[in-house]
């Protein structure tokens, strides 16, 4: 990896300086049955180059065919964005060579994108709200995807040898692209985060995207530009390619602020170019000088006719859009009784989704919360990923809660077993059964073990017996220790009070 040419400046003194501008180009994979101008399957997953066609493979002679459905997604995405619609649009070949693009262009739409001059409000952490203009959405294909091998990096320098899989070239893509952001200042990366978030949370809604950004169905690219306190002319931009995770967004435009001060305050200029960003490191390095739209040679598509919308099938299609998300985000509160704070940390968190997956899985919404903001997040925090990412699944908290009900665990337990789900070694029932961590309510063991509890601490007993009952607590931690944490601790108490004779 390139060493870093500037020490970074803090956030905090950057911001003071200089003020950031911002643009952000997402990248949505549709969740359409075949791919945007072929008949080939659109699936993940499956063994590298079988979802393919000639159309894919760009051999001499075919033509493509555009997917309709994928022209009502990519217009539900621009309603759903406030966006207008274009009543007439094409395609356009962006021409550029790289192993993952068998046709050696990219089509795309250019200057008549499907959807264009909409805006989407985004709340932030302590209810303010920024408005952020959209200046377009359009259709594309996605490229296939390089595998670089024998490098330490995973990235072409240095590599052996790549290989490439067309399973995901033609894949539809709709491409949003803000307007410059500017006003955001130290609120910059926060509301990175939150931006990206809600165009995941439209798109997933929609039912136009399965939204993983672990898969790539989202990817973000963030532009990042410094000026002077006072100034009103842009600096230089730099881009930082696929970024794929919320938090990732965060300390990317984060760190690219820090190091354009650095830059700046140094004398020198900053490089239009794309950014490679490391999430180990969190640090970006050089990619590639930055195109401009002239460097794509960019012309008509000639083998695909124009799209015409017609008002009745726009209308017809915004029939079709879910709630808008602050309607939804007032429901879903009203329905699971959630206090304000409550409720914006779940959304804060990232967690508004997952939290509403889990009780419509079954879960109360106590429950639900309880694990994604508690011990959910906190293993997510010492992994340095997003809770996401954990692969926790509702079905796992539902039966984990299950087995706490049934008195078969109790909550410290509990969040041993979650730990060893996360670290892949089964469900929580496999876990309990392979690993003996089911609770120990056998009267005779725990009857010995408060014995010897009972006896090493005479003055508690005598507590307890004239009627100082919270002192029982002080018997349950050897009863605890002696049972490697495994009691229940009601039956410990109900036990002891028998013991002494005592009523509960």
Not at 171 to 182: A, C, D, F, Q, S
Request: glycine fraction near 8%.
């Amino acid at each position: 990896m390139a060493a870093l040419t500037h020490d970074l400046v803090d956030f905090d003194e950057a911001l003071d300086r200089y003020d950031p501008v911002l643009g952000f180009e997402v990248h949505v994979e549709l969740s359409t049955k075949t791919k945007m101008f072929s008949a080939a399957p659109n699936a993940f997953g499956d063994q590298p180059n079988t979802n393919v066609t000639p159309v894919c493979l760009g051999l001499p002679g075919v033509l493509p065919v555009v997917n309709k459905t994928a022209v009502e997604y990519a217009i539900l995405i621009g309603l759903a964005l406030n966006c207008k619609i274009a009543p007439t649009c094409g395609f356009a070949r962006k021409n550029y060579f790289y192993p993952d693009t068998p046709k050696n262009f990219q089509t795309s739409q250019y200057d008549d994108p499907i959807a264009y001059d909409g805006h989407l409000d985004i709340e932030l952490s302590d209810g303010e709200v920024f408005r952020v203009e959209i200046e377009r959405a359009h259709m594309e294909e996605d490229a296939g995807k390089l595998t670089h091998m024998g490098g330490s990096t995973g990235r072409i320098q240095g590599a052996d040898f790549s290989l490439v899989d067309y399973n995901r070239s033609g894949v539809p893509l709709v491409e949003i692209v803000t307007k410059p952001i500017v006003g955001a200042g130290k609120r910059a990366p926060e509301l990175a985060k939150a931006y990206v978030a809600a165009v995941r949370e439209i798109v997933k809604n929609l039912g136009v995207s399965e939204a993983k950004m672990e898969r790539g169905n989202v990817r973000c690219d963030a532009n990042v530009s410094l000026m002077p306190k006072g100034s009103t002319v842009f600096g230089t931009r730099t881009e930082t390619k696929n970024v794929n995770s919320l938090r990732a967004v965060d300390h990317a435009v984060r760190f690219e602020i820090e190091r354009h001060a650095a830059v700046l305050d140094s004398g020198a200029k900053i490089v239009q170019e794309t950014r490679h960003w490391h999430e180990d490191t969190r640090t970006t390095t050089a990619g590639r000088p930055k195109s401009d739209a002239d460097d794509y040679r960019y012309f008509p598509e000639p083998d695909l006719l124009p799209i015409v919308t017609t008002p009745e099938w726009i209308e017809e299609l915004r029939s079709r859009l879910p709630e808008p998300p602050a309607e939804r985000r007032k429901r879903l509160q009203a329905d699971w009784g959630y206090a304000d704070a409550e409720f914006r940390d779940v959304v804060n968190a990232g967690l508004l989704d997952a939290v509403e997956e889990t009780i419509a899985a079954g879960a109360s919404p106590a429950v639900a919360r309880k694990w994604w903001m508690g011990e959910i997040s906190r293993l997510a925090k010492n992994a340095d990923v997003d809770p996401g990412e954990l692969g926790v699944s509702p079905a796992t908290i539902i039966e984990l809660n299950a087995l706490i009900e049934d008195k078969k665990i109790n909550d410290k337990i509990a969040r041993q077993v979650l730990e060893f789900v996360v670290a892949g070694e089964g469900t929580p029932s496999e876990i309990v059964r392979t690993r003996s961590l089911a609770v120990v309510n056998d009267d005779a063991a725990l009857g010995a073990a408060i014995d010897e509890a009972m006896a090493a601490a005479p003055g508690v007993v005598a507590k307890i017996r004239d009627g100082k009952l919270q002192a029982i607590g002080a018997l349950i931690g050897p009863v605890m220790k002696a049972t490697r944490g495994q009691a229940d601790a009601a039956r410990v108490r109900e036990l002891v009070l028998a013991k002494l004779g005592i009523e509960g």
